[in-house]
């Protein structure tokens, strides 16, 4: 067995760890075993030198990701372990659907692994069909990539065919690891996944997040069951999740709007490889705010879907100041009887918070609104119950009188 170095915590610093939460802060340290390298698998001990914990050592803030409250070794079984628990949970609430059904359709796009949420802090797999991309956020999962990748495959099996490695963006820059993307486990040039039927290029290369916004998955499907007849406005539209979903909903028109070229063209074959040569669409490479300022009251289905406003709590009061004044743009163009379905993703700010933000755009604009829907993250970016700071997504869908 691999012997690991210590960790001792300061007297009283261990009551977080016995409710569970899956970090240990720099503050709380007493001292450390000497030549610790970032990354590093760490048992955590007590004041009085009982073990309580083993995770992965960092520098920073968060000194420690914990990823066992048992005394075991961090290997390929352990791995093999928890991923095989996370299948289990994607299946048993059905999203792995392979066969047409009359109740079901095909779905192959899905988060196997959402850090915290399954037992795994620091690591996301989300699946596109045969192909798994791996993202780490610690150096830890960094170091044990393909530990977990072999892991990987042992779990999956054929249904895996390639693991790609994307974390060129995610890991801590003091790291200073100059990681490049690529693929750790085989290869595949097949970049469509399909999501409840409907199929999407997925841009794992080159795109945002994994290439592919999966946590907006449940919230797509809803807007569908809303965009009949309706004349559509996504808004920061990325790949078109929702514009898709919105044609098959039977939308009037359906428009398509993102400051970034490349997500535009994007967009444009994700329609066109679900609804060839359909006219409803169109896609403008355009800033958010200037088209908003610039539109008539043309949309009566809006989605505003931006990027994080805010990426910690220093930038919390110009993010909810930001989404305020987002929303209270759409607000006033939208006509009597629309429906404004709005996000965010900023983890630093609550639901509490952002539905605040979202009351003071209608003060401003003096519309009413009536909350249909809260929306959140789906079931397959779960929140550990005791890491509450795992719950980032947020959503209200409102009708505008």
């Given amino acids: ?19 569970k939460h899956p970090w240990v802060f720099s503050g709380a340290i007493y001292n450390a075993d000497d030549n610790l390298q970032e990354g590093d698998v760490v048992r955590i001990l007590t004041a009085n030198g009982d073990f309580i914990a083993v995770g992965h050592w960092q520098i920073g803030s968060i000194a420690v990701r914990i990823l066992s409250f048992e005394d075991e070794q961090i290997d390929v079984e352990f791995y093999e372990k928890r991923l095989s628990v996370a299948l289990d949970v994607r299946r048993s609430i059905g999203l792995l659907r392979n066969e047409e059904s009359d109740s079901h359709t095909i779905n192959n796009t899905f988060r196997l692994v959402h850090g915290e949420g399954d037992g795994l802090p620091g690591l996301v797999i989300d699946f596109y069909a045969d192909t ?51 693929f750790i486990l085989g290869s595949s040039t097949n970049d469509i996944a399909v999501e409840n039927g409907l199929k999407f290029h997925i841009d794992w290369l080159k795109g945002q997040k994994t290439g592919f916004f999966v946590d907006q998955r449940d919230n797509r499907s809803l807007l569908e069951q809303y965009s009949k007849g309706r004349k559509v406005l996504n808004m920061f539209c990325y790949t078109g999740g929702f514009s898709v979903y919105s044609m098959r909903g039977g939308a009037e028109l359906v428009h398509s709007v993102d400051s970034s070229a490349k997500a535009v063209e994007l967009v444009n074959k994700n329609i066109e490889l679900n609804f060839p040569n359909d006219t409803r669409h169109k896609a403008f490479a355009v800033d958010a705010f200037k088209y908003l300022d610039e539109m008539g009251e043309n949309y009566d289905l809006v989605i505003l879907d931006p990027p994080a406003f805010a990426k910690h709590r220093d930038a919390l009061k110009q993010a909810l100041r930001g989404y305020t004044k987002l929303n209270a743009k759409a607000m006033e163009k939208m006509p009597k009887g629309s429906i404004l379905f709005t996000f965010s993703c900023s983890q630093a700010v609550n639901k509490d918070q952002f539905r605040t933000a979202i009351f003071a755009a209608a003060m401003q604009t003096g519309r009413n609104i009536r909350i249909l829907h809260q929306l959140h993250q789906p079931a397959d970016h779960p929140i550990n119950i005791f890491h509450p700071e795992g719950e980032y997504l947020k959503g209200l869908v409102v009708y505008i009188d």
């Fill in 1 to 19: 067995m691999k012997t690991y170095k210590t960790i001792v915590l300061k007297k009283g610093k261990e009551d977080s760890l016995l409710r």
């Fill in 132 to 182: 798994a991309v791996m993202q780490a956020h610690s150096v830890g999962m960094h170091t044990d990539r393909m530990l977990i990748a072999q892991a990987l495959k042992r779990v999956m099996k054929d249904e895996l065919l390639a693991v790609y490695y994307k974390s060129e963006t995610t890991l801590p820059y003091k790291a200073d690891l100059c990681q490049e993307n690529g």
